[in-house]
């Protein structure tokens, strides 16, 4: 079964400084692995996604995640936090071999506060 | 183009009383899923429709919920009757229909429900 753990469930950082934010998953196949971010009162909005191609990255805001086999991790990081960025992280698989669903499956969330 | 409306944001209601949430996909979108996340825990999928039928409702967590999306166009999930662990925030999400691979799941702002 496909699973996803998020390390910490509350992260806070300074303004200007790097972001990690951690994740380990779980799979018996080569995953389809996303980080989604909620910020208050908005919905879930799709940051980057990994689908078997470049193992590094790239999305939305500055953010990018290596997905790494050997440690079965995809943390997400940014290299300088901005206020904007306070906001709930998500590291979510797709449930999805061979099949049509597409369900997703999300970790516990990372709430990530950035300080002044 | 809009996004994935929910409506209502908030709903209070007392346990025993009966409650419909609804969701507009963005048009065009024939995928449409419901998710849940209650008090502390992971966001976690309901079910999954592909136009007006039921793809998948492995998540769907009794026979008090019940989910349905005539004409395929948008859907309600009501619950009848609430019970005090229905409480949660009830996210809708959207994509559509390419048959390759993953598609991105556009999600809603979530109902907030809570059942005294």
């Known amino acids: 079964a496909q699973s996803v753990t998020q390390l910490d469930s509350h992260v806070s950082v300074s303004e200007g400084t790097p972001v990690l934010l951690r994740c380990n998953y779980s799979?018996?196949?080569?995953?389809?692995l996303f980080w989604y971010v909620q910020h208050p009162n908005k919905g879930l909005q799709l940051l980057l996604k990994?689908?078997?191609?470049?193992?590094l990255v790239k999305g939305i805001n500055g953010f990018e995640a290596e997905f790494k086999k050997s440690e079965t991790s995809f943390h997400l990081t940014k290299p300088s936090a901005h206020m904007s960025d306070a906001a709930e992280y998500f590291c979510?698989?797709?449930?999805?071999?061979?099949?049509?669903?597409?369900?997703?499956?999300f970790g516990t969330g990372t709430l990530l506060a950035v300080q002044p | 183009e809009a996004g994935v409306t929910q409506f209502p944001s908030h709903s209070v209601i007392e346990k025993g009383q009966t409650v419909t949430l609804r969701c507009d996909p963005i048009s065009g979108h024939d995928n449409l899923y419901w998710y849940r996340r209650v008090m502390g825990k992971e966001i976690k999928f309901l079910l999954h429709f592909v136009k007006e039928s039921k793809q998948d409702e492995s998540g769907m967590p009794n026979n008090r919920f019940l989910a349905e999306r005539t004409g395929g166009t948008y859907s309600t999930l009501k619950v009848q009757p609430a019970e005090l662990e229905d409480s949660g925030v009830y996210f809708c999400a959207s994509s559509p229909m390419t048959g390759v691979g993953y598609n991105e799941q556009f999600f809603g702002p979530g109902t907030r429900l809570t059942v005294l």
């Open positions: 979510v698989v797709s449930d999805d071999y061979g099949g049509a669903t597409n369900k997703l499956i």
């Open positions: 990994y689908t078997s191609a470049a193992t």
């Open positions: 799979s018996s196949y080569s995953p389809s």
